[in-house]
């Protein structure tokens, strides 16, 4: 894939960018280095490859370091809400902002 001026220049305007010609050269030239990346990587066969959770684990084994999953602090809400100028039923009560 390859991009135009044409291109760059629909691309700033939705971006509301206001670029220069010489800004513009030099972002078509960025882009198109970026698409043609993005190609070579799609030409990449990844059929039977499994994902990776982080990179180490493609050269060394990762044992993955998980808590159990139980409540380690006490409810706080009263002590949270001292500060709070408005408070109903736990809640805190802010001003309507949509009408």
């Known amino acids: 894939m ?3 001026l044409d291109d760059v220049s629909r691309i700033a305007n939705l971006a509301r960018l206001e670029l220069q010609p010489a800004e513009s050269q030099a ?12 190609d070579q990587m799609s030409a990449v066969d990844t059929a039977g490859v499994e994902p990776l959770y982080t990179p180490l684990s493609a050269i060394q084994q990762v ?5 159990d999953d139980v409540v380690t ?3 706080q809400r009263e002590l949270n809400q001292r500060s709070a100028p408005a408070v109903e039923d736990g ?7 949509i009408e």
């Open 2 to 4: 390859s991009l135009t």
């Open 27 to 38: 972002l078509l030239g960025n882009l198109n280095d970026f698409f043609k990346i993005v």
């Open 63 to 67: 044992q993955l370091r998980l808590r």
């Open 73 to 75: 602090e006490s409810n």
């Open 91 to 97: 809640l805190f009560l802010v001003p309507k902002v």
